[in-house]
């Protein structure tokens, strides 16, 4: 018998954090029915079966019927977490007889520390005072940037004592920290105004995998209309089918840092896309501008 077994259930992420060493994996969700192979084959080798491995596993859309075949097959079910969709799937996790432990990494919050409003800092609005207010009210965070367009704040530890401390004495007082969720409208904005586009397209993408199949479309139209209609929620200016001499844009927008051109495939690579975009010369429109594109 084995201590322990892994199964990573998804390898999508709400989080990026620096000390992740990531994948080049396509980002997906593993099947219930692939779930239950693998589970089936290690429950005769250990009781203690672990759902995580590189993702975040509260992402999985089927997280309740993954942990109800973990209890019809015995297992004491453990769980590492970033703890940012706590406040959506705690009931789930609630009503799980299998869940046996459920780890917080306090090391994932430290590594994103996310922006935060006012009312946050003063504490007004909670009925009992939230873990970041008194983290700031005592000193262990400070203000280290303010975003004008959000009316937020960007906190950090003061020095690296007082991050020593923290983490070494008082860490476990304030777990989980209550953070505003990762696909909210205000993240995606952050990181197309910063030009990532990386951590751009992976919210993109745990954003549709949260999404049932049976509501989504087969063509790629349907991700041009879903796509362009959160790009204007955000408060952007979006284009779709925007024609140039050698063809049409799925979808372009700018900051005034970036321009942004997007080229849609489905069932094909982002390498064909980025061919497509470059032989047709789709930036070529916006050279003058002075704007990188980000496509």
Same mark, same amino acid.
């Given at each position: 018998?084995?201590?322990?077994?892994?199964?990573?259930?998804?390898?999508?992420?709400?989080?990026?954090?620096?000390?992740?060493?990531?994948?080049?994996?396509?980002?997906?969700?593993?099947?219930?029915?692939?779930?239950?192979?693998?589970?089936?084959?290690?429950?005769?080798?250990?009781?203690?079966?672990?759902?995580?491995?590189?993702?975040?596993?509260?992402?999985?859309?089927?997280?309740?019927?993954?942990?109800?075949?973990?209890?019809?097959?015995?297992?004491?079910?453990?769980?590492?977490?970033?703890?940012?969709?706590?406040?959506?799937?705690?009931?789930?996790?609630?009503?799980?007889?299998?869940?046996?432990?459920?780890?917080?990494?306090?090391?994932?919050?430290?590594?994103?520390?996310?922006? *935060?409003?006012? &009312?946050?800092? =003063?504490?007004?609005?909670?009925?009992?005072?939230?873990?970041? %207010?008194?983290? @700031?009210?005592?000193?262990?965070?400070?203000?280290?940037?303010?975003?004008?367009?959000?009316?937020?704040?960007?906190?950090?530890?003061?020095?690296?004592?007082?991050?020593?401390?923290?983490?070494?004495?008082?860490?476990?007082?304030?777990?989980?920290?209550?953070?505003?969720?990762?696909?909210?409208?205000?993240?995606?904005?952050?990181?197309?105004?910063?030009?990532?586009?990386?951590?751009?397209?992976?919210?993109?993408?745990?954003?549709?995998?949260?999404?049932?199949?049976?509501?989504?479309?087969?063509?790629?139209?349907?991700?041009?209309?879903?796509?362009?209609?959160?790009?204007?929620?955000?408060?952007?200016? *979006?284009?779709? &089918?925007?024609? =140039?001499?050698?063809?049409?844009?799925?979808?372009?927008?700018? %900051?005034?840092? @970036?321009?942004?051109?997007?080229?849609?495939?489905?069932?094909?690579?982002?390498?064909?896309?980025?061919?497509?975009?470059?032989?047709?010369?789709?930036?070529?429109?916006?050279?003058?501008?002075?704007?990188?594109?980000?496509?």
């Amino acid at each position: 018998m084995f201590n322990r077994a892994y199964i990573e259930i998804t390898n999508l992420c709400n989080f990026h954090c620096d000390f992740c060493p990531g994948t080049t994996r396509p980002p997906m969700a593993m099947r219930l029915s692939d779930f239950r192979t693998a589970a089936e084959k290690l429950r005769p080798l250990t009781d203690y079966l672990y759902l995580h491995v590189m993702g975040e596993p509260l992402l999985h859309p089927d997280l309740d019927k993954v942990l109800a075949i973990c209890r019809e097959l015995g297992f004491k079910t453990c769980m590492t977490t970033n703890g940012l969709l706590l406040p959506k799937k705690l009931d789930i996790l609630r009503d799980a007889p299998a869940l046996h432990k459920l780890s917080i990494s306090l090391h994932s919050y430290e590594s994103n520390r996310p922006d *935060v409003p006012l &009312e946050t800092l =003063t504490g007004a609005n909670y009925v009992s005072p939230a873990p970041i %207010t008194l983290m @700031y009210q005592a000193g262990y965070l400070t203000i280290k940037d303010y975003n004008p367009d959000f009316f937020t704040y960007n906190l950090d530890y003061p020095n690296e004592e007082v991050k020593r401390g923290f983490m070494h004495s008082l860490s476990q007082l304030f777990a989980p920290a209550l953070t505003e969720g990762e696909l909210s409208v205000y993240q995606f904005v952050r990181d197309i105004r910063n030009g990532d586009t990386k951590a751009f397209m992976d919210r993109l993408t745990a954003f549709f995998a949260g999404n049932s199949y049976m509501i989504q479309g087969d063509l790629e139209l349907y991700f041009q209309n879903v796509m362009s209609i959160m790009l204007k929620m955000m408060g952007l200016y *979006v284009k779709t &089918e925007y024609q =140039t001499s050698n063809g049409r844009i799925d979808i372009v927008f700018d %900051t005034d840092k @970036y321009v942004y051109i997007i080229e849609l495939k489905r069932d094909e690579s982002a390498e064909i896309a980025l061919k497509q975009i470059e032989e047709k010369g789709y930036d070529k429109p916006f050279l003058a501008s002075g704007k990188p594109d980000a496509s």
